[in-house]
């Protein structure tokens, strides 16, 4: 493998070119395990940045693939249909709230927020709601990479700050401070109620995370935000959408994080996990009242949209985690992860240290060389990939007791190493 000629010229996520450390060379995976190059095996504590939640190599998802490709690989779904598009929107449909009746499949999570962002504005455009022309997100939110998606991004602290003369100017108001076990009071959602009440008329929607804001900061926030920002936005004729890529598919403990809310958006974005990390897809979900108000084609279609393996293997996850006990292998998780990780808030540089569903965070005053803490882990058969000033776990869901144990072992040991 001519890793030389990668880190010249192979460009790898946020990273410059020449690359300034060369990538581990990975040659195959299963179940929990990455097999570099070199013949070691790394226990993957991101599901390849959350994605999946089943392993790897699963013999399900192998086979929904190969099912698939004898039939077609691909078909433009401008037309056409297929089984595998119908079965999926019927199964999303089936497991959301029962108002998110209307799906959209597209690429990937930040196309997804692009549709999301597209559809509340054409909805409001022919609902002839012309002043509205921005939206209001929290900052410490992460929503993608293309432009819509950056422009509801931290404007400050996120990744996009040197695009930011070419983005829309959108609202944004703090995350939210009211931890997920706090105690909530009614204070917390004074800003969003305030911003809401003075620019009603130009908000097209209220958009954000639920509960976990991910990539943005690991924050963990009061289900009651949820329940808050819902009925604001009723009072003030605002669309809602939910941000759950990274939340979807039993992360934080629910099949999707509003659940622990009981509170339903008007637009629901998935992605990630929704294909047990085999291949980029996306379903934006929506309720009548925006699918049948916007009446005019709705202007966006992507080449791959409802892709047939894409469809297939998404089929086969989900039925895979609604019959393998999700819900016990999450708990198992949480519980293990509060008991094992705790012990990390007595070392020195440690801030907090916090857990949700299948989501352990260690967050520290200030980041560390993130680069002596990687090799510490490599070193001693572990993957995870910190940010910021944070060092996550984010498992797949099949990971043992065994492996999990060793996983939080080996974290508590590279952080008494610093």
């Not at 808030?345 to 989501?359: D, F, Y």
Request: glycine share 8%; charged share 15%.
């Amino acid at each position: 493998m001519d890793i030389d000629f990668d880190s010249q010229h192979i460009w790898h996520p946020y990273s410059a070119m020449p690359a300034q450390s060369k990538p581990l060379p990975v040659v195959s995976a299963e179940g929990v395990y990455i097999k570099l190059a070199d013949g070691r095996r790394l226990i993957d504590g991101m599901s390849s940045w959350w994605a999946c939640i089943h392993g790897y190599n699963h013999p399900v998802l192998n086979a929904a693939i190969q099912k698939q490709l004898a039939d077609m690989a691909h078909v433009m779904f401008g037309g056409l249909t297929h089984e595998p598009a119908i079965s999926l929107a019927k199964k999303l449909v089936d497991i959301t709230a029962e108002p998110l009746q209307h799906v959209f499949f597209a690429d990937s999570g930040s196309v997804g927020v692009e549709v999301a962002m597209k559809m509340a504005a054409q909805y409001c455009f022919e609902q002839g709601q012309h002043a509205k022309n921005r939206f209001l997100t929290f900052r410490q939110g992460y929503h993608g990479d293309t432009f819509g998606a950056m422009s509801v991004c931290d404007p400050v602290t996120g990744m996009h700050h040197k695009f930011s003369r070419l983005l829309n100017q959108h609202i944004f108001i703090e995350s939210p401070r009211c931890g997920f076990h706090e105690t909530w009071q009614a204070h917390y959602v004074d800003e969003l109620e305030q911003q809401l009440a003075d620019h009603h008329e130009e908000i097209i929607a209220v958009i954000f995370e639920p509960v976990v804001q991910g990539a943005g900061g690991m924050n963990f926030y009061h289900a009651n935000y949820l329940k808050a920002a819902r009925e604001l936005c009723d009072r003030y004729g605002v669309l809602l959408i939910f941000d759950e890529i990274a939340t979807g598919f039993g992360r934080t403990g629910e099949m999707f994080a509003y659940q622990h809310a009981q509170v339903i958006p008007d637009i629901l974005v998935l992605g990630k996990a929704l294909t047990g990390g085999y291949m980029t897809l996306s379903a934006v979900l929506t309720n009548a009242q925006i699918a049948q108000g916007i009446q005019e084609p709705f202007m966006h279609g992507p080449t791959f949209m409802a892709n047939p393996l894409a469809c297939a293997v998404a089929n086969a996850s989900v039925e895979l985690l609604l019959n393998d006990g999700w819900q016990i292998n999450i708990k198992r998780i949480e519980r293990q992860l509060k008991q094992e990780l705790t012990r990390c808030s007595e070392l020195g540089p440690i801030k907090s240290v916090r857990v949700l569903g299948a989501i352990g965070v260690v967050e520290f005053n200030q980041a560390p060389d993130w680069s002596v803490v990687q090799n510490y882990l490599v070193a001693d058969g572990v993957w995870l990939r910190p940010f910021k000033n944070l060092l996550y776990t984010m498992p797949p869901y099949i990971i043992n007791e065994q492996q999990l144990t060793y996983l939080t072992d080996s974290i508590y040991k590279t952080l008494s190493q610093l």
